[in-house]
């Protein structure tokens, strides 16, 4: 971890919010999406990487979400989020620090419903998203 990371360790409340005066630095992660990310990680067979999330310019409302798997050490500037849990796998969660512009506030949570099961960000700075969910535009 570089000096300008900020670290948020997880607690057992349901969500893991930013606090107040760090909301717009920072991404809320709640339960749910860490545990999501530890399966997905241990499905992988990489359970010390990371997830690296941001945005994209493209799809069809102008930007686009983006959740991926990353096994490089975070990169300078990155805001870097650490969800350990006893007994299994720390979960870390990376976002540079464009992104954060754009997703600063947000929560990123997992979701499963009968027609749809994935992460979904619930971002303040969103003022339309597309039919699809995965893109949006800022207000």
Not at 49 to 57: C, E, K, S
Not at 98 to 113: A, F, N, R
Request: hydrophobic share 35%; with cysteine; proline share 4%.
């Amino acid at each position: 971890m570089n000096a300008t990371s900020e670290v948020s360790q997880s607690n057992q409340t349901e969500q893991r919010a930013p606090a107040p005066a760090d909301a717009k630095k920072t991404i809320g992660v709640t339960s749910a999406a860490v545990d999501a990310m530890r399966t997905n990680l241990a499905k992988r067979g990489t359970a010390d990487a990371a997830i690296r999330i941001g945005i994209r310019g493209g799809g069809c409302s102008g930007f686009s979400y983006v959740i991926e798997f990353d096994d490089d050490a975070p990169r300078k500037g990155d805001l870097v989020l650490e969800f350990p849990e006893e007994g299994k796998s720390t979960v870390r969660v990376y976002c540079d620090k464009k992104s954060i512009l754009y997703l600063g506030g947000s929560v990123l949570d997992w979701e499963k419903t009968l027609m749809f099961q994935g992460f979904k960000f619930k971002n303040p700075k969103e003022a339309s998203r597309c039919g699809c969910g995965h893109s949006f535009t800022v207000g």
